[in-house]
């Protein structure tokens, strides 16, 4: 019986000892799962935002005075889209001095960001963030932001060049169709020519048409890449078929001093045949205008576009970061409600009554 006491005393101390080495694993164990959990998460995530805290902040305060300036320069972008996508209306049109006008007003927009986005990348020159170990000292948003900005200023830098693709080539389809609209005048004015019996002068004034049409196929050429069939291939075709059969009807009836003879009989129907395969409106034109645009003009047009998505992209960038996310924004902003929606009863047309 008296040894008992002695047995249980070191039991009771190996039981403490246990408890203690237990609690000591369970410290060790929460350290290191902290500190694995602290490895899980990489410089630049937000889990390491402090990491990165006073690099995003330099870098974000030199990307807010480039957004300032590109916000400016989104605007002059927006003028020049406008300027574009006008003289590509415009075209179709009978004025051609308001293409001339909407070019005029491209070009100093295009000025402009040339100037303005060259600025803004010289000043930004150096700027950090791609370096090969970028990742530890900038948050992945501030880098976002960054590639975000720069690749708007380089498209801006860029357009100076897609615009003068849009001058060249609205300007050499607007000669175009001025050639188009002289010549249909020429061929008036040898109609009214030949209905008071000037039938000489009328088949004369003719070849100037006919030379029309020979220099509107010279630019066909020049404009359009495509070798295949055009419209303008037709329009060419039949307007000088039409101008050859209209003077040698004019030339038989100056030969025959105005009497209807079998020979102005065979000419009037080769002229009314001719004249059948005419464009009947100017729906003809407008086609025509599409296939110069294909020659480049639309795709200066698209890069304009490109370069205006690019610059809303590194404007909205600028929201994106968490340094900016302190307070709510319009559209974080609490909406203020004035209770539950009530449904109103048949008849009730929700105005008090008098």
Same mark, same amino acid.
């Not at 574009?84 to 415009?90: G, V």
């Not at 009214?192 to 002068?201: D, F, L, N, T, V």
């Given at each position: 019986m008296s040894s008992a006491p002695a #047995?249980?005393? /070191?039991?009771?101390?190996?039981? +403490?000892?246990?408890? =203690?080495?237990?609690?000591l694993f369970a410290v060790l164990a929460a350290g290191a799962a902290g500190l694995v959990a602290q490895a899980t998460h990489p410089p630049g995530s937000p889990a390491r935002?402090?990491?990165?805290?006073?690099?995003?902040?330099?870098?974000?305060?030199?990307?807010?005075?480039? %957004?300032? #300036?590109?916000q400016a320069i989104s605007d002059d972008v927006d003028s020049l889209a406008a %300027? $574009? @996508?006008?003289?590509?209306?415009?075209l179709s049109g009978t004025d051609q001095t308001a293409v001339q006008a909407s070019l005029e007003q491209g070009n100093q927009a295009a000025d402009t960001i040339d100037t303005a986005a060259h600025a803004v990348l010289a000043g930004l020159a150096g700027l950090p963030g791609d370096e090969p170990d970028a990742v530890l000292h900038f948050g992945n948003d501030t880098l976002a932001r960054r590639a975000a900005v720069l690749a708007a200023l380089d498209a801006a830098a860029g357009l100076k060049a897609s615009w003068l693709v849009v001058t060249t080539q609205a300007l050499q389809a607007s000669d175009l169709l001025a050639l188009i609209g002289d010549h249909d005048q020429v061929v008036l004015n040898a109609a $009214?020519?030949? #209905? %008071?019996?000037?039938?000489?002068? $009328? +088949? !004369?004034?003719l070849n100037d048409a006919i030379l029309d049409v020979a220099n509107v196929k010279e630019q066909r050429d020049k404009l359009i890449?495509?070798?295949? /069939? !055009?419209v303008l291939d037709e329009w060419i075709e039949r307007n000088r078929n039409y101008d050859l059969a209209l003077q040698a009807l004019y030339v038989a009836l100056e030969q025959s001093h105005g @009497? *209807? !003879? *079998?020979k102005v009989q065979a000419a009037r129907r080769l002229e009314r045949e001719?004249?059948?395969?005419?464009? /009947?409106?100017?729906?003809?034109?407008? =086609?025509? *205008?599409?296939? *110069?645009?294909r020659g480049g003009l639309t795709q200066a047009v698209l890069a304009i576009e490109d370069a205006r998505g690019r610059i809303d992209d590194a404007l909205a960038e600028a929201g994106n970061q968490p340094s900016r996310s302190g307070g709510p924004t319009e559209s974080q902003a609490p909406v203020a409600t004035?209770? /539950?929606e009530q449904s109103l009863a048949p008849g009730e047309s929700g105005v008090p009554l008098p």
């Open positions: #047995r249980l005393q /070191p039991n009771l101390m190996r039981a +403490a000892r246990g408890i =203690v080495w237990t609690f935002a402090d990491l990165t805290a006073e690099g995003d902040a330099a870098l974000n305060a030199r990307l807010d005075q480039a %957004s300032l #300036r590109l %300027s $574009a @996508k006008a003289a590509l209306e415009e $009214a020519q030949g #209905r %008071s019996r000037q039938y000489g002068p $009328a +088949a !004369t004034t890449a495509d070798t295949g /069939p !055009t @009497k *209807v !003879t *079998v001719a004249f059948a395969q005419l464009p /009947p409106d100017r729906r003809t034109i407008i =086609v025509i *205008v599409a296939e *110069v645009a004035e209770g /539950p």
